[in-house]
């Protein structure tokens, strides 16, 4: 069974810079699918990127983060990751990891089947 566990939320300045971590227990992470989602207070959980599993080869954003946000995967670290650059006010949120065993594009959280406690990030202006 994996279980994902994120870390490196915290407060910085629009524009800064944050990478979150999602590492995750069990021999077989490297073949899921890993997803960030995030929720900000008072609204709706919504999906921020994904990678496939394996290679990692395809990738998803959210229009919101395109050219800001890059996801990533090490299997050797059993770890994906989440850059974030440039960030602004309306990024704040937990953000959240969940892995799953298949990924639907149109619809990230289908497949997810393991989901993390996640990872405060607050961005000032």
């Known amino acids: 069974q994996v279980e994902v566990v994120e870390s490196g939320g915290g407060l910085v300045q629009a524009g800064g810079s944050l990478t979150l971590s999602c590492v995750a227990s069990g021999r077989t992470f490297g073949s899921y699918a890993t997803a960030w989602f995030r929720q900000a207070p008072g609204k709706e959980r919504e999906s921020v990127a994904a990678i496939t599993g394996g290679d990692g080869r395809i990738t998803y954003y959210t229009d919101s983060v395109k050219g800001r946000f890059t996801i990533s995967r090490d299997n050797a670290k059993n770890t994906v990751y989440l850059q974030m650059n440039s960030l602004k006010t309306e990024d704040t949120a937990n953000y959240y990891c969940?892995?799953?065993?298949?990924?639907?594009?149109?619809?990230?959280?289908?497949?997810?089947?393991?989901w993390g406690r996640g990872t405060l990030v607050t961005v000032s202006s």
């Open positions: 969940a892995a799953g065993t298949r990924l639907y594009s149109s619809d990230y959280a289908r497949g997810m089947n393991v």
